[in-house]
């Protein structure tokens, strides 16, 4: 599945759809180049797949892993090539951001590149890392 959308919240509705679906093409078809570059660098230096360095990222991110809670989105704005979509946490009530930005006229989540680093330069903390997959 091709991410061919023209809204932010369309992006994100298929990213949900696939995460919980297990469909990391689709997955993939929806993030950001910036994204899914670090998360592939995370998935290889790791030695483990893509869909289990996504999982890392969100844990770090949201505090779950991405198959754990399928959110619905509550707000999107839009401000010129920059969206954001506030979603409420199933698991924590709490309210997270995601970020989007269109490129190319196709919106793309942009997931937080601070914390992609810092789970890139975290690659030899293994036990840390069993933990967030288990």
């Known amino acids: 599945m091709k991410n061919e959308t023209n ?10 759809d696939a995460r919980q679906n297990s469909n990391v093409e689709t997955i993939k078809s929806t993030l950001s180049q910036d ?14 797949t893509f869909y ?16 754990e809670t399928p959110s619905k989105p509550l707000r999107e ?3 010129g090539d920059t969206a954001f979509i506030e979603v ?6 709490e309210l997270d951001g995601f970020i989007f930005e269109k ?10 590149c601070e914390v992609l680093e810092v ?16």
């Open 119 to 134: 789970i890139e330069n975290d690659e030899n903390d293994e036990d840390s890392f069993e933990k967030l997959v288990e």
């Open 77 to 79: 704005l839009v401000v």
């Open 103 to 112: 490129k190319n006229d196709v919106w793309k989540l942009a997931l937080d």
């Open 35 to 48: 994204t899914l570059s670090k998360i592939e660098k995370i998935s290889a230096a790791q030695e483990k």
């Open 7 to 16: 809204k932010p919240i369309d992006v994100f509705r298929a990213f949900l």
């Open 52 to 67: 289990q360095a996504i999982n890392i990222v969100n844990s770090k991110i949201y505090g779950h892993s991405i198959s």
């Open 88 to 93: 409420r946490n199933n698991l924590t009530n």
